[in-house]
């Protein structure tokens, strides 16, 4: 099975600039790079890698209702010197009508260390980038349920940005558990 | 757009003329590393062409890239990545749309049973820059307009949005009024109940919008206000010989930027906090003249204080409202005799508790049941003995039922409901509803 594979340079310069803010939305909060040092401020540097899904994980996903989306997930690693500090995952759900990018930091074990709300366009619902509603992914892993309505509480108001972005970190979660347990990000 | 095949027979085509370059002049090795060089850099132009082609592809047909699972084997980097793609793709113009279709049954007045299609609303948003945006909505209700019908198409929102920071936006237009929980989130698969509740509908006359300017600020400290200036009610086309002032006094007297009377302004806000996750706390306000120069001067005046609480499974709400006309004597004065005359003050209350039950993948279930009190003539002002009308007593509405979520977006619903005064109303209803 291939969980991992080393990417070309040209491809990490693709990644790098998939990793960069989307271009001028409504309101940009944080850009990337902002956000990873952020969640990982004792990093000395970050580097891009690619998860790639197989049919298999991609199919695991669907049947988690995770709706997989992508076979193809940038990751920027975390590290201080040698050392793994964790990762990072940029990712785009719609809120109601419009896009929301938000970013999900993981620790090395694949529990969610912080969430972060990128941009927010929709005219209702700026309440999803309170740092209260953001805390309660903290520590959740592949193994939490993850929804909206059950351990993460829903914000009156913005019930589909709640529950969009919700899901999304949700896959977040379990592409990188895959890729942690098929060896593709240590 | 050259065809990816184009692009394949192209990289063939100058992989063939420059291996039989090669072997025609049989050139020494430094020029054949040379060539490879070049070759290289073609190969890479091509296949950068390519991506863009895919990506370009992609971003057409975006259901393209998403959900199904390529077979075994597969090359999975035909698939996009995820990130910024996503963000291209996205049109600037979008639509939306949400409706009603409902089913009531009087159980002691059967013959009065009814089918409607309630409404059926069609939103067009569009994103002039990063900044600017309009925001409308296209209503049609009871399914058929004409001379003949009941139909009636109206506009539910039409208005510009211009974010000027990441904590300020400014809306100027036609827009839903601040107050309540349901006007400004009134989809049918956002509230409990085949109906909307009586409160926000009779006393808060949702869907309830007015033309103006507003300011909306969202706060780090989980704060939302707006606030601005907008158009009034009319009570100068108060029909006193109508019930409908009886069933919704501000819904009788609303004008929804239909040539509104505009000399008087009205100001308005609302506050709303959602520091900790479930919890909404938040309450709004609105006062303005109503009479616009034509008939003594009069204001209404609405407020509301609401609560929200989502702890895991459970929905839990509660809202008071109440509103008042001011000089409502001096107006009543030529209208005594008639069966409606305009009410010095109304106010209603509800609490709700909801409990999803079952879910299993996106079909979800969750009874609910919602006690609500309203009074659309809580009090007159005196006209002198025998003539000032008597107050109405208050309704009570016990509400109880089941919305059943199909998929996101899409609920049935049903329910019964008793009231305690008027037990004729005492109704069992359908509903389908959905939202996108």
């Known amino acids: 099975m291939r969980g991992f594979e080393p990417v070309p340079a040209w491809a990490a310069a693709a990644t790098c600039a998939a990793l960069a803010p989307a271009s001028a939305f409504a309101i940009d909060y944080l850009s990337a790079e902002q956000a990873a040092k952020l969640m990982f401020p004792q990093a000395d540097r970050f580097e891009s890698r690619e998860v790639v899904l197989d049919a298999q994980a991609l199919q695991r996903l669907d049947a988690g209702r995770m709706r997989a989306r992508s076979a193809r997930w940038p990751v920027r690693v975390a590290l201080r010197g040698s050392d793994v500090l964790g990762y990072v995952v940029v990712d785009e759900v719609i809120g109601k009508f419009e896009l929301i990018t938000y970013a999900v930091g993981l620790t090395t074990g694949g529990a969610v260390q912080q969430v972060e709300v990128l941009s927010y366009r929709e005219s209702h619902g700026h309440e999803i980038r309170l740092a209260a509603w953001r805390r309660q992914f903290v520590g959740k892993t592949a193994a939490a349920p993850l929804r909206v309505g059950d351990d993460i509480a829903n914000i009156s108001g913005a019930t589909l940005s709640c529950t969009h972005v919700t899901d999304g970190v949700r896959r977040i979660v379990a592409v990188i558990d895959w890729a942690r347990q098929h060896g593709g990000l240590s | ?436």
Do not use: C
């Open chain 2, 1 to 436: 757009m050259p065809h990816p095949g184009l692009i394949r027979a192209a990289l063939a085509a100058t992989l063939a003329g420059n291996a039989a370059t090669v072997l025609a002049q049989t050139p020494t090795e430094a020029e054949l590393a040379r060539r490879l060089e070049q070759l290289a850099a073609e190969v890479a132009a091509l296949k950068a062409q390519l991506a863009t082609l895919q990506q370009q592809r992609a971003g057409a047909a975006p259901a393209a890239a998403a959900p199904s699972a390529p077979p075994p084997g597969a090359p999975p980097a035909a698939t996009p990545a995820v990130g910024t793609d996503a963000a291209r793709a996205q049109p600037s113009t979008t639509l939306s749309g949400y409706a009603e279709i409902n089913y009531n049954r009087p159980t002691r007045q059967t013959q009065n049973t009814q089918a409607d299609l309630r409404r059926l609303v069609l939103g067009v948003q569009h994103r002039f820059d990063d900044k600017t945006k309009m925001v409308s909505e296209i209503e049609l209700e009871h399914a058929v307009t004409s001379a003949d019908d009941a139909g009636e198409v109206a506009l539910e929102q039409a208005y510009i949005e211009r974010q000027l920071n990441p904590t300020w936006a400014v809306r100027g237009g036609l827009f839903l009024m601040p107050l309540g929980l349901l006007n400004e989130n009134h989809e049918p698969t956002a509230y409990y109940g085949v109906e909307r509740n009586f409160v926000e509908t009779a006393i808060i006359p949702s869907t309830w919008r007015e033309g103006g300017v507003q300011v909306v600020g969202a706060f780090n400290n989980g704060i939302t206000t707006q606030f601005g200036i907008s158009t009034g009610f009319d009570l100068t086309k108060w029909d006193a010989t109508s019930s409908e002032g009886q069933e919704s006094p501000l819904g009788a007297v609303h004008q929804e930027l239909a040539q509104s009377k505009a000399r008087d302004i009205a100001l308005f806000g609302a506050v709303n906090w959602r520091g900790i996750p479930g919890l909404l706390l938040g309450g709004g306000a609105f006062s303005g003249g109503a009479t616009h120069g034509q008939a003594p001067s009069a204001r209404v005046t609405l407020w509301d204080l609401h609560a929200r609480w989502t702890p895991g499974r459970w929905d839990l709400s509660a809202l008071y409202t109440r509103g008042t006309i001011s000089n409502t004597a001096t107006l009543n004065a030529p209208l005594v005799g008639n069966p409606t005359l305009i009410p010095r003050s109304f106010d209603g209350a509800y609490v709700q508790a909801a409990y999803k039950v079952w879910q299993q993948a996106d079909y979800t279930l969750s009874p609910f049941v919602r006690w609500e009190q309203f009074n659309t003539a809580k009090s007159f002002a005196d006209l002198g003995p025998g003539i000032t009308p008597d107050a109405l007593p208050n309704e009570r509405v016990l509400t109880a039922g089941a919305n059943f979520q199909l998929t996101p977006g899409v609920v049935v619903k049903a329910d019964v409901q008793r009231f305690k005064q008027n037990k004729d109303n005492n109704r069992v209803n359908l509903g389908l509803g959905w939202a996108f």
